[in-house]
């Protein structure tokens, strides 16, 4: 297991709401959600909109397994979707992986996807959470010197045969960076749940959603949600509860004032050492 060595003066959460109906909140007040940190509630703490911070965004693609959903929908929903949410100060960061990292580019123009990603498939082993983990530790592209917004968008079927390092070390690495985990599943054979289940359990933990798209309509779907989300999102600030100045992982549970009327979705903690 990865131990993180972070002395956490102030923690930094991405936040997303939904009002009952499934639609992104783009007006939140403070005063409509609470925060716990291990239970204890945090009574100062800054919300505001993240929608104005450049956007972070790595498209992190297995091409090891099979999937129902041809590489020319996937190329064409990627290209249009990226073309959607990017702005000029936004950047995107494309790694395909199998055993190892096959392809890592940082690009501007979303047409370089295009020509980027694979024909088809590889086959063969998997290293999911080492190549999650690599991606996460990237400080020239993700470096929070400055004010940004982070996200993961995974294309794999949850499978990993091949991994040094286990899914905690993954999840803990994106908590420690901020960086939210959207993972689309593009398709479903038999004996996949268990690959569902860590997705969906990635994205929760990290901040993000996991989606599952059988054809090309919902993998357009699904991007178009994601897209929303990261412009719809919240930034979280506080400082440590003093009494939980201690090492180790501090769970944190952001939650409405008001259930029916409002839904709001967070990373479920960080990780401080002495």
Sequence with gaps: ????????SEVQMTVVAEDA????????SATEITVKEDGQEVEQFILRPA?????????????????????DQVRRSLVSSVQQ?????????????????????????????EGLLPVQENGGLTALYDSLYHTCDQPDFFADAKPRHAALILFSDGEDNLSLRGMHDT?????????AIYAVSM?????????????????????GRAFVA????????????????????????????????????????????????????????????P
Excluded: C
Excluded at 85 to 107: H, S
């Design 1 to 8: 297991m990865v131990r993180f060595h972070k002395r956490v």
């Design 21 to 28: 109906g499934g639609r992104p909140r783009r007006d939140l």
């Design 51 to 71: 929608s104005d911070l450049p956007l972070r965004v790595g498209i992190v693609v297995d091409v090891s397994g099979s999937t129902a959903v041809s590489w």
């Design 85 to 113: 949410l990017l702005r000029p100060e936004d950047e995107v960061l494309l790694v395909t992986f199998d055993r190892k990292i096959e392809l890592e580019r940082a690009i501007r123009d979303p047409m370089e996807l």
């Design 171 to 179: 999840v803990a690495r994106a908590q420690q960076a901020n960086i």
């Design 187 to 207: 398709h479903r054979r038999k004996g996949a749940d268990f690959g569902a289940g860590v997705l969906e359990s990635i994205a929760a933990d990290t901040g």
């Design 214 to 273: 059988k054809n090309g309509r919902q993998l357009s779907e699904a991007l178009t949600d994601i897209n929303d989300e990261l412009r719809s999102a919240y930034q979280l600030n506080f400082r440590p509860l003093p009494s939980n100045q201690r090492p180790g992982f501090h769970r944190v549970e952001v939650g409405p004032r008001q259930a029916h009327q409002l839904r709001v979705r967070a990373r479920t903690g960080y990780h401080a050492d």
